[in-house]
């Protein structure tokens, strides 16, 4: 599987706008890149998901580089129920498996 | 809409004994079906995935075995825990490639 690189913590002011960024430079050309967040004590959650062009949505966006080497989830005001830790994840389009294989992650920290 | 249902939330086991968590999920059909485990204050893991009835995948050797007698029911056992078994069992089902993972709310593991 390709592996992605996460800072291992962030920190934030709360209403202020979060970067966290993302490094695959191994990516393949059928991998989507996934980002999920886990709250403490609760299962993962999905957040977006992209494969060339940027996404959004109503949680956050998702910028992804013309080489598709990096990405960037953007959450656009932090709150402090944001405070999670958050995963990017490469996830091959044409396994029928359609697994997941989770990283260390980038904990985020929202100051009030 | 489809639903997850992990149980229990809780569960304290002595070294030996055997295990069994359920996981069914409603809504769906031919779901893809995945064990995660998490340690305490580590990433999550994959222990099994499931493409269909009967079909099992294992990702890691390990003391546990996990069956999918029914389309939307994955089950999860032991027969002798360790005390390296506890932890956050994960439960998760997934529809296709374009679709994200959900996951259930989680069984909280000790081995004592």
């Known amino acids: 599987d390709a592996k992605t690189t996460q800072p291992n913590s962030m920190e934030s002011n709360e209403e202020e706008p979060v970067h966290l960024p993302c490094n695959h430079s191994?990516?393949?050309?059928?991998?989507?890149i996934h980002w999920y967040r886990q709250l403490p004590s609760q299962g993962p959650e999905y957040v977006i998901h992209g494969l060339t062009s940027n996404v959004n949505n109503r949680m956050a966006s998702l910028a992804i580089a013309e080489d598709r080497k990096s990405s960037t989830l953007i959450l656009h005001r932090a709150t402090l129920r944001d405070a999670a830790v958050y995963y990017c994840?490469?996830?091959?389009?044409?396994?029928?498996?359609?697994?997941?294989?989770f990283g260390s992650g980038t904990r985020l920290l929202v100051r009030p | 809409s489809q639903t997850i249902h992990q149980w229990p939330a809780t569960l304290v086991q002595p070294v030996g004994s055997p295990l069994s968590l359920e996981c069914t999920v409603e809504g769906t059909s031919n779901p893809n079906l995945y064990w995660y485990r998490q340690a305490a204050g580590r990433g999550l893991q994959l222990l099994f995935y499931?493409?269909?009835?009967?079909?099992i995948s294992s990702e890691v050797p390990q003391n546990l075995s996990a069956s999918r007698p029914q389309d939307r029911q994955f089950i999860l056992s032991s027969k002798k825990l360790l005390l390296s078994d506890s932890g956050f069992y994960l439960c998760?089902?997934?529809?296709?490639?374009?679709?994200?993972?959900?996951f259930g709310n989680g069984t909280r593991l000790t081995v004592t």
């Open positions: 191994t990516i393949s050309g059928t991998d989507y």
């Open positions: 994840i490469l996830r091959d389009r044409v396994d029928s498996s359609y697994k997941l294989i």
């Open positions: 499931s493409v269909g009835i009967g079909q």
């Open positions: 998760a089902w997934s529809k296709d490639r374009d679709s994200p993972l959900h």
